[in-house]
C-alpha cells in the first residue's frame, strides 16, 4: 500500500511541474504584452517591473531544462538570448525584442502543449508514467 501510495504522489508531482512549465509561459507571455503596453505608453517603471518578473520566468525555465539533450542546448541558447536582449529593454526602449520574445515563447507553449501535456495526460491516466520514464530532458528532446 505505501509503495502505491508513493506512486500516486510521484506520478502527482510529475503532472503538476509539467504543468507549472505551462503556467510560466503563459505568465511571461502575458508579462510581455503588458510590457509593450507600458513601453507604448511610456510608463517606462512598470514595464520594468514586468521585465523583471519575466527574467525571473526565464531564469526558472532555463535551470529546468537538460544540457545533456540537443533540444536542451537550443533552449538554453535561446532563454539565454531572450534574458539578455529582455534586460536591455527598459534602457533601448526596443519594442521589437519584446514581440520576438512574445513569439518564441507562444510557440514554445504551444509545442510544450503540443507534444508533453498530451503525452503526460496519456501516461498519468494510464498510471504508467513511472514506467514510461517520462522526464523533462526525455520531453524536451522530443520537441525537435
Request: proline share 1%.
Amino acid at each position: 500500500m505505501e509503495t502505491l501510495r508513493q506512486d500516486y504522489q510521484h506520478d502527482t508531482l510529475a503532472v503538476e511541474r509539467y504543468h507549472i512549465v505551462d503556467q510560466l509561459y503563459l505568465e511571461a507571455i502575458k508579462l510581455l504584452e503588458n510590457i509593450k503596453m507600458n513601453l507604448l505608453k511610456e510608463e517606462i517603471k512598470k514595464s520594468s517591473e514586468n521585465i523583471s518578473r519575466v527574467l525571473l520566468i526565464l531564469s526558472i525555465l532555463l535551470a529546468a531544462v537538460d544540457a545533456n539533450q540537443e533540444a536542451g542546448q537550443f533552449l538554453i541558447a535561446l532563454y539565454t538570448q531572450m534574458i539578455q536582449r529582455l534586460a536591455l529593454v527598459p534602457a533601448n526602449r526596443d519594442i521589437s525584442d519584446v514581440e520576438k520574445a512574445v513569439s518564441y515563447l507562444r510557440h514554445l507553449e504551444a509545442l510544450w502543449k503540443d507534444k508533453v501535456l498530451k503525452e503526460c495526460t496519456v501516461c498519468c491516466s494510464d498510471s504508467d508514467m513511472k514506467s514510461n520514464n517520462i522526464h523533462m530532458s526525455d520531453t524536451l528532446s522530443r520537441l525537435q
